[in-house]
């Protein structure tokens, strides 16, 4: 059983740390910032976007790098990709090699984030030290589903295309 705890710590630190050093990059490069080039792609208002993505990527990243609430955690990255995808690279195509990047990259941490939190954390994590072991179909309803959906929910509720140029 080893094995399956080592990759799973390797899959919660990767995506985990990778996403939580994206909102410490908005962060550091201005909130203010970030939320005008939200707003500039039509999610409103930006600066509140701004702060919720950032705060989402920096608490959830790390929550889910140290296996703390693991299907929650990644759930909210799922629900944080899947706008990113969206809004920011779906007119692009799906490489991310392509001009003004593809979605590919916010897919493949959505789907990665999903199947961590639906697999849980692993023995070597935080919800192990709790006793905190989901079980049955829950978490992969959250993350493949519920998240998902609530997310593009809000979205709905919050995007306003930009007028054209």
């Not at 990759?7 to 985990?16: D, E, K, W, Y």
């Not at 030290?129 to 509720?157: D, H, K, Q, R």
Request: aromatic share 10%.
């Amino acid at each position: 059983m080893h094995r399956v705890d080592l990759a799973l710590l390797a899959l919660r630190l990767g995506i985990g740390v990778t996403i939580a050093l994206h909102g410490v990059n908005k962060v550091r490069g201005g909130l203010d910032g970030v939320g005008r080039w939200f707003e500039s792609m039509g999610m409103r208002p930006g600066r509140l976007h701004a702060y919720l993505a950032a705060a989402c990527e920096l608490g959830a990243g790390l929550a889910l790098a140290a296996g703390f609430l693991t299907p929650l955690a990644a759930g909210a990255l799922v629900g944080t990709m899947t706008v990113a995808g969206i809004v920011g690279h779906r007119n692009n195509g799906f490489f991310i090699f392509r001009e003004g990047q593809g979605w590919e990259y916010t897919f493949v941490l959505a789907v990665t984030s999903a199947a961590t939190g639906t697999l849980g954390a692993g023995q070597w994590s935080v919800d192990h030290a709790m006793s905190f072991e989901p079980t049955g179909w829950w978490p992969a309803v959250f993350c493949f589903v519920v998240a998902p959906a609530v997310a593009l929910a809000t979205l709905a509720i919050s995007f306003r295309p930009p007028a054209p140029a």
